[in-house]
Structure formats: C-alpha cells, structure tokens
C-alpha cells in the first residue's frame, strides 16, 4: 500500500494537472467486447437449446420417467379334471437402483438392519450383478414383510436406491405333493442366460427351473408389462404417465389325476422311492410321485442356506425326481424283456428249463431262490424264475435281448416332457466296447437276463415297455400336459429339446402278446405268483415283481440298510391294452412284491373310480387268468376287447 | 460542500433494467423452490433487495472522490480481515471464508473486497495517468490484486477468487498497457498456468475434478460430471419456447443441483427456452451498455475507471456463470449477477450500483 501514490486535492485533474478521460476507442473496444462474449454465450444456447433439444429432451424424459415393471402372473396349474394345484398370491419384493446413489456400499449397514438381511449378503448380491448395467434393478429381497416396507418408506430419502415391486409369486401344494412333477420357479441362473434358447430373460428373472414350471416356462409366464412413473432424482413417484399391461401366463392342464396322485404321495409316505402311473393309450401320466421330497413353496421365495444344506446333504437326494433320474439295475421286471425277445426269437416257447436252485455257466452257478422244478414260459413269469431266463439269456445271446430292449425303449429316454431325464443303461457288445474298450464275454449276459449286471432302467422306462407289450406293442411319448394345450410349434421346440423315443412300436405277436400278458396276470391272480399277495378281487391286475440286488451284493438279513435289494414292481389292469400301466420302485423294499403291495393300492383307486364314474357299472371282466401250471399245448385266449374306458378324454 | 448532484440525474433507465431482471430472479427463485424445503426464499430474496436498494440510494449520496480518498484504509482493513478469516473464520464445507459476528450474522469479507479492489485499481491507475506503463507499474498493479486474490483462493474460494481477476484486466487495458507487455504477460500466465495443473498444487482435488469433468461430463455421470450435464439437460431440453413457468422437469424433480444459486440460469433455460434465455442476455446487455455510456460520460478518470471496474466483474460473472450453464466453462461456483439467490451477491451489486448513480450524478460538475 506504501508504495501507492496518495491524492487529494485536485479530484478533475490528474497527477499530471490535466482533465484525464477515458479515450473513447477503448470503451468502444470495451463493448465490442461485452457484446462477445455475449454472442458467444447465445452461440452455446443456440447448440444445446436449437440444435441438442431433441436429444435433450429424450435425455430429461428418461431422468424423470421410470419403467416399472408390472410382472405378469404365471399361469395356474390344474389336475386333469379341473381341480386347482399351483396358484399365485400377491407379494412385495424389493430392489435396490444402483443408478439413484453414488455409492449403494454406504448404506448397506442401515439397509441391512431394516430389512434383515446381513450385510455380506447384499454385499455379495450387489458383487453377483456387478457387470450388469446399472439401470437394471438388482432383486435385494422377495416376500417382504408388511414392517420392511414401511422401513423403506420411511427412508426414502435416506435410501432412494430403495424400491418396491409388486409381484405375483407361486404357491404351490403343501409337503411336497406332486413337487417333482410340478417343478418349482427361481432366478434365472448365469447358465441359462448364456444359452441362446432363453434368450428373451434378462437377469432376476423369474423362470421355470424344474418340471413342467420349467418346461412350460415359454407358456406359464405371460409377458411382463410396465408402468411409466414419473420421479424426482431422489426416486419419489410424483405421478404416473401411461401403462402396458401385463398379459397373465397361460393356466395349463396337466394329464395328473389329484386321486391317483394323492394315492402314490400317501403310499410311498416314509419310504424312499417313485411312483409313476400312466395311460398306454396315450402316454398321459396320471400320477408320479417321487420320495423323499421337497417344498417348492421354499423355492419361490430366496432358499434358505439351512434349507439348502438339508437338501444338499439329504443322501437320498429329494430334489431327484426318481421317476425319470433313478437308474437302477430293474431286476426281475427286465424278465418281461427277456421274455418278449425270447417269444419273438421263437426261442422261448419251446424251452423246459428244469430248475434246481440255480444253474452253471461258463464255470460259473448262477442261483435262483428257489427250487421250481420244470418251468416253461408260461410259469417261468410268475415264479421269476432265474434259472430259466439264465438259460434263455444264454441263448439269446447279448445283442438280441438289447436289440429287443431298445425296441421298448431301454437305454433311451423316453422323451417325456420333463427336464433332465435320465437314458439308463442296456449293455451290448458295442456299449461295452464304447464305454469300457472291452470285448462282451458271454458270461456278463447271464446276469443281465434277471436285469442284473450293467442293466440299468427308470421307472418311467419300464412304466413305457410294459404299457407298450400290454397294448401290443403301441408305444407313446409319457407327457404331463395335454398337447393340445401346447401351440403346435411350442410342442415341437419341446419335443426336439427334449428328444427321446418318442412315439414307437414294440414288434409283437398277437400271439406273443397274450402270453405275456396271461403269465403277467399269474404273477398277481395266482397263488404260485411272486405277487399273490397283492393280488384285487374283481379287477384284471397284472405286473411283474423285481427284487434288484443294490451294488454290494444282497446281505441275508442285513440290518444296514444300504445292501438291501430295491423292490420293483410294474403292473397294469386290464391285463391288455390296460387302462393304467403302474411302475412303483421302493428303494431298500427288500421283496418286489412289497412294491407290488403299493401299485395294487394305486391300481384299485384307479379301478373303483372308473367304477364310480360309470355309474357304479363294473367294467368289462377279464378272462380269468389260467390256472398254473399250465400244459404247454394250451391255446391262449384270444385278447380281449378294450374295455370301455370312461375317465378317457 | 454544496449539493452538486440531483436525482433528476440519478439513470432511471438503468435501474429499471435492473428492477425487470431483479423481480424475473424472483419469479425463477420461487419456481426453482416452491416444492422444496428451501420455499420462501423468493421472500428473502426480495428483502435482500430491498436492502440493496436502500444502501444503493446511500451510497449514491457520498461523493465518489471520497470513497477514492479513504480507499487506501479500506484496502488495509480487507487484508487485516481476511487475515482475520484465517485465523477465527468459520470453517463451513470444508472452506474457511465467514467470520462469525455475535448476534448471528456471517460476514465473508472476499465478497466486499471486490469493491474495494474496483475503487483502489482505478485510483492505481488514475495516478499513473498520461504516461506509458512501465513494467514495475504493471508488477505493482498485479501485486494490488493478486495479494487478496491468493488468500482468497487459499480459503479456498476459487470462484470469488477469479472474479478479482477481471478488474486487473480491464485496469491494465485502460490504464494504457502495451502491446507487447499483453503477450508478454499472456504468454507467462499461461506456462505457469500450465504448470500449475501439472503438479496439482495450489488447486483442491475438487477444484480439479470440476475441471476434469468439465472437459467430458460423461466421465463420471454421478460423480463431479453430475451437476453439468444435468444443467446441460435442463438447458437443452428447454428448447425454444421452454416448458413453461413452473414446469422444468428438470428444476421440479430436483434433478438440476441448486436451482436457486449457481445454476437459476439453467433452471430460467428449460422454464422458459431458448427465446427466454436470449430476452435475459438482452436485458444484461442493455444494463452493460448503460454502464459503459455512464462511464464515457463520468467527469474524470477515476469515475469512468470504477465504472468499468464494475462493468469487467459483471461481464465476467455473466460469461463465466452462463458459460457454465451451458457448458462452455468449469463448474466454479460463481454467481449470476441480479439472477443468483443470495444476499451478498445483491448486496453487492446494488452497492456497485449505487457507485455508479454517484458517478453519473456528479458528472456535470466540471
């Protein structure tokens, strides 16, 4: 300040004594300035307001107008008569926007108080979607309670990353009925999202993940419509613009009868096993019920880790569904197999197998259970005896019976509109020198005649062989939907991803047909039968038993659970051209005809409601099963007429 | 001493302009505010002007030649006060600018010296009148201003700190700079700039990431780059005609970050368009020519010296607060003269006012 020159005095004159102004060049030059940089400023408006409107004004639109999405309700899953199975009810789930605050990691230990959940959960939900883009919602936590949405609420500000969603989600039956079949629905999981067949889901999806939830997800889930909401940059909805709306899933038919079904979920109670019953006319699947089980209801909402783990560490796997992913070796129910090879081959109808407990081959004895003294065809059924199909195996020679399996669709899947089934195994020649690069010795096909060995089926498998020789050789794709429910060329993208045997034929005399079958119903309608025990007054019940030694070998009166035989049983009624084929495996059942007991109870519900609907009318008798034994010149009755069949549709 | 000056002179017309842009600023404050927590503050705002207007009419009554006179105390009082502000200011923000008085009143000085810096440059370059500059007259004119600039800019206050700027210029154009002593000059600022930028110091971490996004606002859309290109989008999506009062998707959601200060420009923008915009910048043009005629037509040097004093801080406040708005300058915190909500840029350009009807009413004295 020192420095400055101080005045006073002479305020018009300057230091130099004379009248300064300012030179007018230099405020002209001052406002050409002014006016500059004002033109410049209005250059700048002109580029954002005239030219960028357009771009500016989508670009508002879009900060002030939110897409919610109105998911649309899946469609509700009804027995065959109508009666109501899966349904929806309305529930909230919340979200977090990542897009409304800088940092979401800074409010997680609020978030996490208020809703619930710890805070390494939402931290490694938020690391889960990372790379997805940041306007997409990000599914924090379904099913909110009535108190948690007041938490958010109240925290709008706060928390504007917060946002609530309407939804509808599944309810489905309690304990697990009918759960495998069903399905149940979650997240779309990263698999499937690169997959190019689902490639209309976009992340936090809900979709289909097992059963017909998944396999009819395309039809059960209806497209999702929206509402344009607008907000403030804190997220607070001011008002709301315009709407799409959702179309609701398609509701779906399945072929299941609720009787049946509640029958098989009541009988393998307790046990660990599977149940499947279907018609051979048409391949529909009237009940298929798997043990143990598990909640789907736990499904649709986040599965809890503790809910997880049990099933996760269940040794018995309830989220198997033992119907179409159990393979088992079949035991003796393979001998129906046998037999339609051995008949067809003309092989069978002559042998005598005189059988004193078991017989040896190739060095080998191989053991039957009893001593069944001269057994043909006819009684060989019935008494399962080993010894006799040992022998016929031997003759037969691997590839023919393979030949003769593959025909009734072993060793395949049989394409049921289900996902993941299973193709089980039939062993030949070339399987075994595919799988194992080993040459077949004769002796691996003694086994493999009682359904021992490296034969392995599900019970849908044989479920499908029996409905097939029962209905002379016709054999349909087992299905849980009505195709007519299904646009045409939906079934087909079905039916191509899930491809299996599909529609087939079984070559089978009509001849050979009536002795299968005949001997089939002995093993039920007479006393010498493995399966007397179940047998049903007035009604035309056949099948097999199975007794199917687990890997291990059979321990006598074993108390360890694991080495004891699977009990198989399939059966059918009528005896041909049945109206229901039951295929029942009881693992650890010890005695087929334990499963023999199980299928009679699913057969006879079947029974006295066909009874019932035709008004109390009994359906056509069948002929009376022969009496054994039987002389081997007996001509076989002639088949019988189709009943009358009043719960077909 | 005798009554030279008379109302009759007083420039009606400019203080109209003023009065049109004034209540337009109070109609934008209260749109920008209405939804907000922050309603009511076109109420205060009309208080602070009429504050401004009665300390306008105040000062228009000492003579000019006075506040001339006594500007070398005035000068040492804002150094001891910004001293003062570093030693007990308030610390708001993160920012050291306020005194706190007792009975609740916050003085920033920074705000003040702006004026005091206008009078003291233009009597600086009064006395050196009638003679080329040399370069010690040049080093001592930076020194006057860049003293109380630095210790702004260390509160830190970049945006008032800039607005001391303008004032050195406009006194060096008119005090009779050379040519070449300009590019001289330029050519220094603009490597010590350069390397100012290089090694980060002097400027905060958020003064640079302003600058930063600024240069590409899609950088950090929620971060720094936030408040520009929603400003951009406010302004942009006002298009020609604008959305009308009160209707500024962009002001109304809160999208736009403070509406009512630093950025009423965008808000007036998306309400009311491009033709709106332009009306504004008309007004502010009009009030510039006015000043800049005031100064062509003061009775001496120093007059037309502070007028023009005032008209660079104006013009500079308006390109850089504008040019912000619409993306052709940094986020720096300045406000728009007579537009902005906030009394001590009111205050201060009636005061300035006031300076100026002083001026021209004493303009027939010779």
Known sequence: ?649 | MPRLSSYRDFDWVLLGFVLLLSLISVLEIKSATVHTKFHGFDQKQIGFLAVGLVLMFFISLIDYHRLVDIVPWAYGVSILSLIAVFAVGTKVLGARRWIKFPGGIHFQPSEWIKLVLIVAVARYFWGLAGRQLTWPDIGKAFALVCIPMLMVLKQPDLGTSLTYFPILICGLFLGGIRFKQATIILLVVAILGGGVWKTGKLLKPYQKARLTSFMDPDLDPRGSGYQIRQSLIAVGSGGIWGKGANKGTQTQGDFLPIPYTDFIFAAFCEEHGFVGAVGILLLYFLILMRLIQNAQTASDLPGSLIIMGIVSVITFQIAVNVGMVVGLMPVTGIPLPLMSYGGSSILFTFLALGIVMNIRMRRFVN
């Open chain 1, 1 to 649: 300040m020192e420095e400055l020159p101080l005045h006073s005095g002479l305020r018009a004159l300057g230091p130099n004594g004379k009248a300064e102004k300012l030179p007018a060049g230099k405020l002209h030059i001052s406002q050409y300035m002014v006016a500059l940089v004002l033109a410049v400023l209005i250059t700048g408006l002109w580029r954002l307001e005239v030219l960028g409107a357009d771009n500016y004004r989508l670009l508002a639109e879009a900060n002030r107008i939110r897409k919610v999405p109105v998911l649309a309700p899946r469609g509700r899953l009804f027995d065959r008569e109508g009666r109501l199975l899966v349904d929806n009810y309305p529930s909230i789930s919340c979200y977090i926007l990542r897009e409304q605050v800088k940092d979401a990691n800074n409010d997680l230990a609020l978030i996490s108080q208020g809703l619930h959940i710890p805070v390494e959960q939402i931290q490694a939900t938020l690391r889960r979607y990372q790379s997805a883009p940041k306007y997409q919602p990000i599914p924090l936590k379904q099913d909110i309670t009535p108190d948690e949405q007041a938490f958010i609420e109240a925290h709008r500000n706060e928390l504007p990353e917060l946002e609530t969603l309407d939804e509808q989600r599944r309810l489905y039956p309690r304990n697990g009925f009918a759960a495998h079949l069903i399905g149940y629905v979650g997240e779309v999981s990263e698999q499937m999202l690169n997959d190019s067949r689902y490639a209309f889901y976009s992340p936090g999806d809900v979709v289909g993940r097992s059963g017909v939830e998944q396999t009819y997800d395309a039809l059960l889930r209806g497209t999702d419509g929206s509402r344009d909401i607008i907000v403030n940059s804190h997220g607070k909805e001011l008002g709301h613009l315009g709407q799409t709306l959702a179309i609701p899933g398609q509701d779906l038919k399945l072929t299941i009868d609720l009787d049946i079904q509640m029958i098989a979920e009541k009988v393998l109670d307790g046990k660990i096993g599977a149940i499947v019953a279907m018609d051979p006319h048409t391949g529909e699947i009237l009940a298929m019920a798997s043990r143990p089980t598990f909640d789907p209801n736990q499904f649709s909402v986040r599965l809890t880790k503790n809910y997880w783990n049990e099933i996760l560490n269940n040794p018995d796997h309830p989220l198997l569904n033992k119907t179409i992913q159990a393979q088992l070796a079949p035991g003796s129910t393979f001998k129906i197999i046998m037999s339609l090879a051995g008949l067809q081959e003309n092989v069978a109808q002559t042998m005598h197998v005189p059988c004193n407990g078991g017989a040896t081959f190739y060095g080998h004895f191989f053991s039957c259970d009893r001593h069944h003294g001269m057994v043909n065809i006819d009684n060989a059924i019935p008494y399962s005896c080993d010894t006799f199909y040992y022998t016929l195996a031997n003759r037969l020679g691997i590839d023919t019976i393979a030949r003769y399996a593959a025909s009734a669709g072993l060793g395949q899947k049989t394409g049921i509109d289900l996902p993941d089934e299973v193709a089980g195994t039939m062993p030949s020649t070339a399987w075994k020198l595919k799988s194992q690069h080993e040459k077949w010795y004769a002796g691996e096909t003694i086994s493999v005649g009682i359904g021992q060995g490296a034969v392995a089926a599900t019970p849908i498998q044989l479920a499908r062989a029996l409905s097939g020789i029962a209905s002379g050789g016709v054999l349909r794709r087992p299905h849980v939907v009505f195709p007519d429910e299904v646009p045409s060329e939906m079934l087909q993208t079905i039916h191509e991803n899930l491809p299996g045997t599909g529609e087939a034929t079984i070559p089978l005399t009509t001849e050979n047909w009536q002795i299968i079958t005949d001997a089939m119903a002995n093993v039920t309608g007479s006393p010498i039968g493995t399966a007397y025990i179940a047998h049903l007054d007035g009604v035309d019940f056949a099948g097999k038993t199975g007794t199917a030694d687990v890997v291990g070998g059979r321990v006598k009166n074993s108390t360890n659970k694991a080495t004891i035989p699977n009990a198989w049983f399939v059966g059918m009624a009528p005896r041909r051209n049945p109206d229901i084929v039951v295929a029942v495996l009881w693992e650890h059942g010890y005695w087929g005809n334990n499963s023999a007991k199980l299928a009679a109870q699913v057969v006879n519900a079947f029974v006295e409601k066909q009874r019932k609907r035709a008004n109390n009318i009994r359906i056509a008798e069948a002929p009376k099963p022969t009496v054994l034994p039987t002389p081997l010149e007996t001509t076989h009755p002639s088949p019988t007429p189709k009943p009358p069949n009043p719960a077909a549709e």
